[in-house]
């Protein structure tokens, strides 16, 4: 089973909201990951957990914050938002054994600020 | 800094017919991995096929087979006997599985003529 899912598939939410992301993989990967990615464009990398633990920040502002409670499990909690922050949010997971593995994508969540 | 350059926006093809999509990218490394990623218009990223720098052997995955010429740097996939399923946008991706980081090209949209 290669499936990484998340939930919402869509999320609306104003600028003052709080809201959270959530991606789940029970493919016993140790490797997480959240991209951004906008229409027509390729992802952008966010963030990167290995083994738990952050391993790449790519200078996301902090009105994102992650957090990965188990190693089957990532959140993307969200706060004070801005339009452009729009997009679709892609959750990846891959093995972390070895250089070089694929990552699996989930089919992300689409959100909105207004 | 490694880039990956994909030329083309769009290309059309006529089903049953085969295509070549195009791929360049920029490195200083010796040992790397090369990857196509296909996404439909349902949004879900999935891998078309990955190839193995250290690979002389091009890789192939039923239709899908890629053209590496690791002297031009260069990584073309081939789609033969194209189908409409093949629609979507086709991400080529590079990394060196030190950080497990992507590097992605621009993409570019293939549509299937009936």
């Known amino acids: 089973d290669t499936e990484v899912t998340q939930t919402p598939k869509h999320l609306v939410m104003g600028m003052t909201n709080k809201k959270s992301l959530k991606c789940e993989q029970h493919m016993g990967h140790r490797a997480m990951y959240w991209y951004k990615q906008k229409a027509k464009k390729p992802p952008e990398l966010m963030f990167v957990y290995s083994y738990e633990k952050l391993s790449i920040n790519e200078s996301v502002p902090s009105r994102f914050s992650p957090e990965c409670p188990n190693s089957s499990l990532l959140n993307l909690h969200l706060h004070a938002l801005q339009p452009e922050d729009s997009a679709l949010y892609l959750c990846a997971s891959s093995q972390y054994k070895s250089p070089g593995e694929t990552q699996y994508f989930g089919p992300g969540t689409r959100l909105l600020v207004l | 800094a490694q880039t990956v350059t994909q030329s083309q926006p769009e290309m059309s093809v006529q089903e049953a017919e085969t295509v070549t999509l195009s791929c360049t990218y920029d490195?200083?490394?010796?040992?790397?991995?090369l990857f196509w990623y296909k996404q439909p218009p349902s949004r879900q990223m999935i891998l078309v096929i990955r190839?193995?720098?250290?690979?002389?052997q091009n890789a192939t995955e039923n239709r899908f087979s890629v053209n590496f010429q690791k002297a031009a740097k260069s990584f073309s996939l081939k789609i033969s006997d194209s189908q409409l399923g093949d629609a979507a946008m086709y991400f080529c991706a590079y990394t060196t599985g030190a950080n497990s980081k992507l590097t992605f090209g621009k993409g570019i949209t293939l549509s299937v003529r009936p």
């Open positions: 190839q193995e720098a250290y690979k002389q």
């Open positions: 490195t200083s490394e010796s040992d790397y991995y």
